[in-house]
């Protein structure tokens, strides 16, 4: 089995939303409140623009979504990616993902809701 390299500080996590975004107050709350507390343990995060919308339950369609989890992927600095909420509209990405691109990388740590 190939797993991810450990996380470790100064490393970077990717939030990204492949299936809802965060719209509503209290979450946004939470989010910039999770955020700051990795950042104040010495992780630098990023997150991609589609995080904080929806639209019909979605973050964005899912070309744009499927190109925002690429883009974390592909990107080296990245060592975890974080998913913001849940995964209801999740399925819809997979024809727009690069499988032939995503066996070439190295793995990452991924978490979902």
Do not use: H
């Amino acid at each position: 089995m190939n797993y991810p390299e450990k996380l470790k500080i100064g490393d970077t996590i990717g939030i990204c939303a492949p299936s809802a975004g965060i719209v509503k107050p209290e979450k946004l709350e939470k989010l910039d409140l999770a955020k700051i507390a990795l950042e104040n343990m010495g992780f630098k995060v990023i997150e991609t623009a589609s995080v904080r919308k929806e639209e019909n339950g979605r973050s964005a369609s899912a070309e744009i979504r499927a190109k925002e989890f690429m883009e974390l992927l592909e990107n080296d600095e990245v060592k975890l990616i974080i998913f913001a909420t849940g995964g209801d509209f999740l399925c819809e990405i997979l024809d727009y993902l690069d499988f032939d691109k995503i066996k070439e990388l190295k793995p990452k740590w991924l978490q979902g809701y």
